[in-house]
């Protein structure tokens, strides 16, 4: 099935409800054609209000615009504006057979029956879900009623592909094995989507790009694994995954560099004034005391199956906590060296309120933003 690819672009988009509470601070934004764009943040960060915008369920502020492929479409309800849809529940009607789900919003167009066959058949194989034309959802997998959910939401050709929260309801281990077969969907789609979630390996293993929002804000917007390795913000960096924070003093500031159990760090050049800096778990080296290298003490010892983490205390640090190999012999009250490679480092800063949100262009190691 050949799907229409068109771009979508919000401009200038904000939302004050009735009773003067700000839902969406102005917003730009700029989805590619084809493109899957995860809209990511906590609870009512805005994300959800983004998505009812686009799609004509929420009018926005005066002065905002939204385009697709170019059209303008700010003032057309949400049945003209051609986008399809995918709720969290999925929304099937349980009277009706998977074809008739599917070839519903066909069939209230007044599309002939031979024609809503033939599309229905090409939907069916698309989402592999041939055998199962005469069941109902109640008979049906989470999995499976997913499909049906999307083959009913591309049926009617829709120009944009929304999703909000599709798999919030699931178990984690069910989630898991369906957001890589959401994922490969709807690449087989070839659809402009914009897929709402507060799950951060659900975006970066569905979406092509991340649009990262706190407070009804866009604050970075790129690539998962470049939004990972190179938050512009610390919110991005601590929502994106864990940290640990470091502290440096107001000597260490001034030298340029990090303290971190007696051994000394070169701080890059982007952070070199800041006075906290942020490291991953799994970015803190953990060996035998040696050259170079800082000393601490490990805490606590915690096997996660996959890892081990260690709670180490460092001479003028808080708590850390470090991620090493599985197989790791370190055992509570042990003395380890541990090393940071400077890239690794993050900024703990937040911009100031009203800045544009970073694009994906950061750089993937700090230092080259001093260049």
């Not at 906590?42 to 492929?69: H, M, N, Q, V, Y």
């Not at 610390?234 to 159990?261: C, D, K, M, W, Y």
């Not at 090393?339 to 750089?363: F, H």
Request: glycine fraction near 10%.
């Amino acid at each position: 099935m050949e799907l229409e690819r068109i771009p979508v672009d919000v401009l200038g988009v904000a939302k004050t409800y009735a009773d003067g509470t700000r839902g969406l601070q102005p917003t730009t934004l700029h989805v590619e054609p084809g493109e899957v764009l995860a809209l990511l943040g906590p609870s009512g960060c805005g994300k959800t209000t983004l998505l009812r915008l686009i799609a004509g369920l929420e009018s926005p502020d005066a002065g905002g615009r939204i385009l697709f492929g170019g059209q303008e479409v700010t003032q057309r309800p949400v049945e003209q504006r051609g986008v399809g849809m995918v709720f969290q529940s999925y929304a099937l009607f349980p009277q009706m057979t998977v074809e008739a789900n599917i070839g519903y919003g066909l069939r209230i167009r007044g599309v002939a029956a031979a024609e809503e066959r033939r599309q229905v058949g090409e939907l069916i194989e698309l989402t592999r879900l041939g055998g199962l034309e005469k069941k109902r959802p109640a008979e049906l997998s989470g999995g499976q009623r997913q499909r049906v959910a999307l083959a009913r939401a591309v049926a009617v050709r829709p120009r944009v592909l929304l999703l909000d929260e599709p798999l919030a309801a699931l178990d984690a281990k069910l989630k898991e094995s369906l957001r890589d077969e959401l994922a490969e969907l709807l690449r087989r789609l070839h659809i402009t989507a914009i897929h709402v979630t507060h799950d951060q390996q659900e975006a970066m293993a569905i979406a092509d790009r991340l649009a990262v929002m706190s407070a009804g804000r866009i604050v970075q917007i790129g690539h998962g694994e470049t939004l990972y390795r190179s938050p512009q913000h610390s919110f991005v960096a601590e929502f994106l995954g864990r940290v640990n924070r470091l502290e440096r003093t107001p000597e260490a500031v001034r030298q340029g560099v990090l303290h971190i159990g007696g051994a000394c760090i070169d701080c890059p050049m982007a952070w070199r004034d800041h006075d906290a800096l942020l490291v991953r778990p799994e970015d803190i080296e953990v060996g035998p005391p040696q050259a170079g290298w800082g000393e601490a003490r490990v805490e606590q010892r915690t096997f996660l199956g996959d890892r081990v983490q260690l709670r180490l205390r460092a001479e003028g640090q808080p708590p850390l906590v470090a991620d090493v190999g599985r197989d790791s012999a370190f055992r509570a009250g042990d003395s380890v060296g541990i090393r940071i490679e400077p890239a690794r480092l993050m900024s703990a800063a937040r911009p100031p309120e009203g800045a544009r949100p970073a694009a994906e262009v950061a750089p993937m190691n700090p230092q080259e933003s001093a260049a």
